[in-house]
């Protein structure tokens, strides 16, 4: 019962701040309400028992994703951009295939959401190890490989995001 | 009131990526276009996280941390392009940048 409650709480938190983040005319406005979504996003981790994932998503995306565009948005000047059209030409055949793709989603969950029973028959995790714990097992045993090919990506745009925001090229 | 579901949060899921797409497709700024990506990935991480929740393996939650991983150097390098594009055409409007159209 809770957890129906709590669910549709941060539901709502997520939706919300997404159709806020992509209609307000202001940028700063947008990022806020992009927090809030990213909030709800955090919450709904929580209740799937990713403790460690809500963790990250409040330090690395609230903190700093969301610091950083902040900074860029004071960096650039959106005064005009404020004042200008929101929306492009094209937007009437972007809502068309939106609203498309929306119609098969809703066709696919109408026909297939009796086919997801799956959570009785996998076995649970050994109790008494956290959440984190068995996290760092698995990404430093069996997913060694691609975590170090992340740690290189993430040098790769260190470097090419300072060397982006240099004066002269 | 129905207990909450993998479907459940699959049809959020779901929701939020149309969102994220309306946001890409139809906005003009750049900033708010690079935000509706992130919307886009948090999407993808709803979905990673129910499965990985719902067949109690842990192989969902680590690919989110590569989800977020690609989005935070998605974020840095996008802004960073960001700024580059500004100091040289004075402009964040995506449909105003038009160099390479003919």
Redesign the interface.
């Known amino acids: 019962?809770l957890?129906?409650v709590l669910?549709y709480s941060f539901?709502a938190l997520?939706?919300g701040g997404?159709?806020l983040?992509?209609t307000?005319r202001n940028?700063v406005h947008?990022?806020i309400s992009?927090i809030v979504?990213?909030l709800g996003?955090a919450g709904?981790?929580l209740l799937?028992?990713?403790e460690?994932?809500f963790a990250?998503?409040i330090v690395?995306?609230v903190g700093?994703?969301m610091v950083?565009?902040l900074f860029?948005?004071m960096?650039?000047?959106?005064d005009d951009?404020a004042r200008?059209?929101?929306?492009?030409?094209?937007?009437v055949v972007?809502?068309a295939?939106?609203a498309a793709?929306?119609a098969e989603?809703g066709y696919f969950?109408h026909r297939g959401?009796g086919s997801?029973h799956?959570?009785e028959a996998?076995?649970?995790?050994p109790a008494g190890t956290g959440?984190t714990e068995?996290?760092a097992d698995?990404?430093f045993s069996?997913?060694l490989l691609?975590f170090e090919i992340?740690s290189v990506?993430?040098l790769?745009?260190?470097v090419?995001?300072?060397?982006?925001?240099k004066?002269r090229? | 009131?129905?207990?909450?579901?993998?479907?459940?949060?699959?049809?959020?899921s779901?929701?939020?990526l149309?969102?994220?797409?309306?946001?890409v497709?139809?906005?003009?700024?750049i900033?708010?276009i690079?935000?509706?990506i992130?919307?886009i990935l948090?999407a993808v991480?709803?979905n990673l996280?129910?499965f990985?929740?719902?067949?109690?393996?842990?192989?969902g939650?680590?690919f989110?941390?590569?989800v977020?991983?690609?989005?935070?150097?998605?974020?840095?390098?996008g802004?960073?392009?960001?700024?580059?594009l500004?100091?040289n055409k004075e402009?964040?409007?995506?449909?105003e940048i038009d160099l390479l159209k003919w």
Request: hydrophobic share 65%; no cysteine.
């Open positions: 019962m957890d129906t669910f539901a997520v939706l997404g159709v983040t992509i307000r940028a947008s990022a992009l979504s990213l996003v709904l981790y799937q028992q990713a460690f994932l990250v998503q690395l995306y700093g994703i950083l565009f860029v948005i960096l650039v000047n959106l951009a200008d059209r929101q929306f492009n030409g094209q937007w972007a809502l295939a939106v793709v929306a989603l969950f959401s997801f799956i959570a996998a076995a649970a995790l959440n068995a996290l698995s990404l069996e997913y691609p992340a990506l993430l790769v745009a260190v090419g995001s300072v060397i982006m925001a004066k090229i | 009131m129905h207990p909450v579901t993998t479907v459940h949060y699959l049809a959020l779901a929701a939020l149309l969102i994220g797409t309306i946001g497709l139809t906005r003009r700024n900033v708010i690079l935000m509706s992130e919307l948090n991480n709803i996280i129910a990985s929740h719902a067949w109690h393996n842990l192989g939650q680590v989110a941390i590569f977020i991983t690609d989005a935070v150097a998605e974020a840095a390098v802004l960073g392009i960001l700024i580059a500004f100091r402009t964040v409007q995506a449909d």
